[in-house]
C-alpha cells in the first residue's frame, strides 16, 4: 500500500510518516528531504530566492519521482504542505495512493512552529495570520485529495494512533466494496 500524508505545515506529516512507515515495514520517503538533496541546500533559502512558483515546480517533480519509485511492497510519503495546491499533484495524490489528511487547527499549529525558522510562508510580519490564510486556502483542497481525514497535531502517539486506526477502517470498507 502506498499511502501518503497531507497536511499544512507543521502538523506532524514526517514524525508522524517515519514512525507509520517503521510500524508497516515500508519504505518512508520525505518529499521535502529528496528537494533539499536535490538542492543541496535547506529549502528556505532556496524558496526566497527562487520564488513560490519555482519550488512548486520542483515539488511536483520530486512527487511524481517518489510516487514513482517507491517499492511495490508499499512505502509512506510525507509530503510538503503545499503540494495541493497543483491539480496535477492532487490527481496524482488521490489515484495513486491511499490519501490521508492530518487535520489540525492553524492556531495549535502556530504554537508548534513558532519556534523555528524552518518555514519561508511563514517569514511574514504576521505569522499566525499567514498560516490562517494558507489554512482557508488548503484545507478544502486537502478535503478533495484524500481518502481519509485524521484529527492530528495534539502529540505524535495520538496522529499515529489515528492513522492506523482510520487506515484499518479504510481497509475494511475497501474489502466489503470489493465483490
Known amino acids: 500500500m502506498l499511502i501518503s500524508l497531507v497536511g499544512?505545515?507543521?502538523?506532524?506529516?514526517?514524525?508522524a510518516g517515519r514512525r507509520l512507515a517503521n510500524h508497516l515495514?515500508?519504505?518512508f520517503?520525505?518529499?521535502?528531504?529528496l528537494i533539499e538533496q536535490r538542492l543541496g541546500e535547506a529549502i528556505s533559502p532556496w524558496f526566497v530566492r527562487e520564488g513560490e512558483a519555482a519550488f512548486r515546480d520542483l515539488e511536483e517533480v520530486v512527487l511524481l519521482e517518489a510516487i514513482g519509485r517507491a517499492p511495490s511492497s508499499g512505502a509512506v510519503i510525507a509530503t510538503g504542505g503545499g503540494v495541493v495546491l497543483r491539480e496535477s499533484n492532487r490527481r496524482l495524490l488521490r489515484n495513486r495512493t491511499v490519501c490521508v489528511w492530518l487535520d489540525a487547527k492553524p492556531e495549535m499549529l502556530f504554537e508548534r512552529l513558532s519556534r523555528g525558522k524552518k518555514r519561508p510562508l511563514l517569514h511574514v510580519a504576521d505569522p499566525k495570520g499567514r498560516l490562517l490564510e494558507l489554512a482557508k486556502q488548503r484545507e478544502p483542497l486537502y478535503r478533495?485529495?484524500?481518502?481519509i481525514v485524521v484529527p492530528a497535531g495534539h502529540s505524535v502517539g495520538a496522529t499515529f494512533a489515528a492513522i492506523e486506526r482510520a487506515l484499518r477502517a479504510n481497509e475494511g470498507r475497501a474489502s466489503q466494496s470489493t465483490p
Not at 8 to 15: F, Q
Open 8 to 15: 499544512l505545515p507543521g502538523v506532524g506529516k514526517s514524525t
Open 25 to 27: 515495514g515500508v519504505d
Open 29 to 33: 520517503i520525505d518529499c521535502d528531504a
Open 144 to 147: 478533495e485529495t484524500a481518502a
